[in-house]
């Protein structure tokens, strides 16, 4: 379980604790949107028009963290909220992913 957020909403929040926050206080960010890997793979494969045939299950690592949680209610008390919902952003990013493949997948290798 972990908490996603879209890069612009976090960017932003960057910015807005520069701006807004007080010097010395620790703000954590979040987009208030704790979902499951596999929800998430779900929700990419149905964007993609593909199946779940294509999910290879992995053992989980020893010590691995079943939940990242945080809370954001002092950035929200200074007034931050994000600005896109979770299916926008995540739409947004897989189309990203897509029109951009020829600039990142020469960095997988």
Do not use: Q
Request: charged share 30%; aromatic share 16%; hydrophobic share 35%.
């Amino acid at each position: 379980m972990r908490d996603w957020i879209y890069v612009l909403d976090h960017c932003k929040a960057v910015d807005f604790v520069l701006h807004s926050g007080m010097e010395g206080e620790i703000y954590n960010v979040g987009g208030g949107n704790e979902k499951t890997n596999i929800k998430i793979t779900y929700k990419i494969l149905e964007l993609l028009g593909k199946d779940e045939s294509m999910i290879e299950y992995v053992k989980d690592r020893p010590g691995h963290d079943f939940r990242y949680s945080l809370t954001c209610s002092k950035l929200k008390e200074l007034g931050w909220e994000p600005e896109y919902s979770f299916d926008e952003a995540l739409e947004t990013t897989v189309k990203w992913y897509i029109e951009y493949k020829w600039w990142w997948e020469k960095l997988k290798h």
